[in-house]
């Protein structure tokens, strides 16, 4: 017995010898994101930074699915193993409200805000505190298959209208006309539809900007849209197009099968390229469609946070403003496929220009005039959202799948909306 | 006597003691790694735990008394028993199947035994990939292969039934296996000589199979069938790949909907609540495998 607490004394004190050094390694940090071109190109780019500063940076790019739920469980534990955090606009107030973020508002220079776009920087500004730096702004654009749109004898389609039109036109038992994403989920079905949504005038809450929460998702304006969405994605799209999300209306888009796809700027910038789809010398890039009340292009902004229990919160913001600098964005954007920068000086870097506009001509110019058309709030910028977008995007999914009717599905959506939220 | 007693009852003493302090780093393990949660997950059900809505740390059973009138739960609840009941038939049919094919092979030809077995190390995230491209038409080669002939293969993801056929065809894929192997160990451990004498006594092989085989396959058969249902009541992964919990809520399985209350909808205490029901009612079943465990073995 003597013997055997001995071997593991001495085992424990071998093993504490072992595993001492660390403890006087280099500054490091723990960064969590996940997959992107952005941040995949930043991953590889680790090296630069520990150049740069002696600070190793451990990037983990893990998938968005699993993201969530990796840093629920850190932040819930305040386990502090996140020095930086992938933070996405429609989870910033509601990261905050639970306190999971702290501001950098003073750790960061004036010289690097200054050169991230006004719109993106200003989304991530909540009670006059800085909470993250944006280095994505992806918005909804359109790809259209002109040589399709010519043998039908139609033209770009500028409203949803327009796109049932064009789409009977051009449908048939070989060819679908339109892919888009059906599967339920605030960052799925719910990226795409609003943007029916908002062209026939409808809206998720009575008067969002006038402060009143009160639920108006089951409006005649937004059963109208879902009509529409469902007609679209049922009688245009291609089979099985009930349960597309962007990779299979990407894949679908780059094999031919379908003339439209109506998705964020990451996806269109694939479909439009030459390297990554056999029919991108026949495919143009358009506004998405609008309706009665106009056009709302879809935006999706991402950026880099704080997380509270950071131990080293200006390491952590020196990365973040490696990571966001002209260089570094530069760099990204020509190894990878990602022209949704928010660093304003990379739009003036002659290689990138020419990388992107050897895609497609039109391709930074209509991304722009996205950009100016889109709404902030495009989703909700409310604590509640990610619970309400998975919600309401049930109820889209199962009108589309004709398990409900329109009106039926909105009602639901409309009863959930007000247990969430409490009401 | 006693004085050869003594020293032996102290040798068995110290080896027990041995044995004992042996047992304690598993002992911690399960504490630290199963026990500690658990309470962490009954202390939550009973709290008022909500990521965003703020928490008074009030105890009660307010999230028990809204089970009893939440749809969703009911729905979830109805799914997942669909699912249970139709994957864990699937695979036990055609686990046992196999295995009774696979005994008849003898030779080179067992080494075949592990290609059966394969589907059953597949991660089950892949699993739910590969069949999540299969049943996708525009992806799926089934498609493209019946498209030859001018046969539409219908879009199983897009109804209710159909998206419940496709999960329990994925999870038997990956499932068969474990009740193949079972039945396998069981129909090894019955002599040959029944079966001779059924054979000497003039029954076909299709009346020895259900008069003498099967009987003697119940106890196993009970068993893996119990061992898949509790392991059925955790459906995920399938589910959050292939279907998100769509079309509409026809696939969200309880445990799925106890995700999406703790991660969606932010309402800790009351996700916790859900899993502390399908932990009891899997306590419960794994109580009566035990006790049908030990009335087998003696």
């Given amino acids: 017995m003597k013997h055997l607490f001995t071997t593991a004394l001495v085992g424990t004190l071998a093993l504490g010898a072992s595993f001492s050094p660390t403890f006087a390694q280099a500054e490091e940090i723990n960064v969590v994101m996940f997959g992107m071109p952005f941040t995949n190109g930043l991953k590889e780019l680790a090296g630069d930074f520990e150049a740069e500063t002696g600070i190793k940076a451990n990037i983990d790019v893990i998938g968005q699915d699993v993201f969530e739920n990796r840093i629920t469980l850190s932040f819930t534990g305040a386990t502090g193993d996140i020095d930086v955090v992938h933070t996405p606009v429609i989870q910033v107030q509601r990261w905050i409200q639970a306190g999971w973020l702290q501001p950098m508002t003073d750790l960061v220079s004036a010289d690097t805000t200054s050169d991230i776009l006004a719109g993106p920087l200003g989304a991530y500004n909540v009670s006059g505190d800085q909470w993250a730096l944006p280095f994505f702004a992806g918005v909804g654009l359109m790809s259209y298959r002109e040589d399709l749109l010519e043998a039908a004898g ?31 989920g605030q960052g799925f079905n719910m990226f795409i539809f609003p943007m ?26 937004n059963v109208e849209a879902l009509n529409v969405y469902t007609k679209l994605i049922n009688e245009y799209g291609p089979a099985g197009a009930g349960n597309f999300n962007f990779a299979e209306v990407n894949a679908a888009a780059k094999n031919g099968q379908i003339a439209f796809a109506v998705e964020g700027t990451g996806i269109i910038s694939q ?63 020509l190894a990878q496929s990602f022209p949704d920068f928010t660093t304003a000086s990379v739009a003036e870097n002659a290689d990138v220009v020419a990388k992107y506009a050897a895609i497609h001509p039109d391709f930074l110019k209509t991304r722009v005039a996205a950009l100016d058309l889109a709404i902030g709030h495009y989703r909700p910028l409310i604590p509640e959202w990610p619970a309400l977008g998975q919600a309401i995007g049930e109820s889209v999914n199962a009108a589309i799948n004709g398990l409900m009717t329109a009106e039926e599905a909105l009602e639901q959506a409309e009863a959930d909306m007000r247990d969430i939220l409490g009401l | ?135 996708t038409p525009t992806l799926s080669p089934i498609n493209a292969f019946f498209d030859l002939f001018g046969i539409t293969v219908p879009a199983f993801l897009t109804s209710q039934s159909g998206a419940i056929f496709a999960i329990v065809v994925a999870d038997t894929w990956t499932n068969f296996p474990f009740a193949m192997l079972i039945i396998m160990a069981a129909l ?25 085989t099967l009987p003697l396959l119940a106890p196993a058969l009970l068993m893996v069938t119990l061992f898949r249902f509790i392991d059925s009541l955790k459906h995920f992964p399938m589910i959050f790949v292939m279907t998100k919990g769509g079309p509409g809520r026809s696939t969200q399985a309880t445990n799925y909907y106890a995700y999406v209350q703790t991660f969606g909808n932010e309402n800790v205490a009351y996700g916790a609540a859900i899993a502390v029901m399908l932990f009891l009612m899997a306590a419960l079943i794994a109580y009566y495998v035990a006790k049908l465990n030990q009335r087998v073995t003696t």
């Fill in chain 1, 154 to 184: 139609a033209e770009v389609p500028q409203t949803w209208e327009d796109m049932l039109e064009v789409s009977a036109k051009i449908t048939n038992d070989d060819q679908a006309a339109i892919a888009l994403r059906a599967v339920p």
């Fill in chain 1, 196 to 221: 029916v949504m908002r062209a026939y005038g409808g809206t998720f809450f009575a008067d969002y900007e006038g402060g009143d929460l009160t639920p108006a998702i089951n409006s005649p304006e």
């Fill in chain 1, 271 to 333: 479909i439009v390229d030459p390297a990554q789809s056999k029919f991108a010398d026949v495919t143009g890039i358009a506004l998405p469609p609008g309706g009665p009340a106009g056009r709302s292009p879809a935006i999706g902004v991402h950026g880099m946070g704080i997380p509270a229990d950071a131990p080293n919160p200006e390491a952590s913001a020196k990365f973040i403003e490696w990571a966001v600098s002209a260089e570094t964005v530069s760099k990204i954007a």
């Fill in chain 2, 1 to 135: 006597m006693t004085q050869l007693a003594s020293p032996r009852r102290g040798a068995t003493y110290e080896l027990q003691r041995g044995y004992r302090l042996m047992m304690v780093p598993a002992i911690l393990a399960v504490g630290i790694f199963a026990i500690v949660p658990l309470i962490g997950m009954f202390g939550l059900a009973f709290s008022d735990y909500h990521l965003i809505r703020g928490t008074s740390w009030e105890f009660g059973f307010r999230n028990f008394a809204k089970m009893l009138s939440d749809k969703r739960l009911m729905n979830s609840i109805y799914v997942m028993a669909s699912l249970s009941f139709f994957g864990v038939a699937a695979q036990v049919i055609i686990g046992s199947a196999i295995a009774v094919g696979l005994q008849k092979i003898t030779g080179k030809w067992r080494v075949g035994r592990v290609l059966f077995l394969l589907p059953y190390a597949v991660p089950h995230v892949a699993v739910a990939l590969i069949w999540l491209s299969l049943f």
């Fill in chain 2, 188 to 212: 090894q451990g019955i002599s040959p000589d029944l079966e001779e004498a059924a054979a000497i006594d003039g029954a076909t092989r299709i009346k020895t199979f259900i008069f003498i």
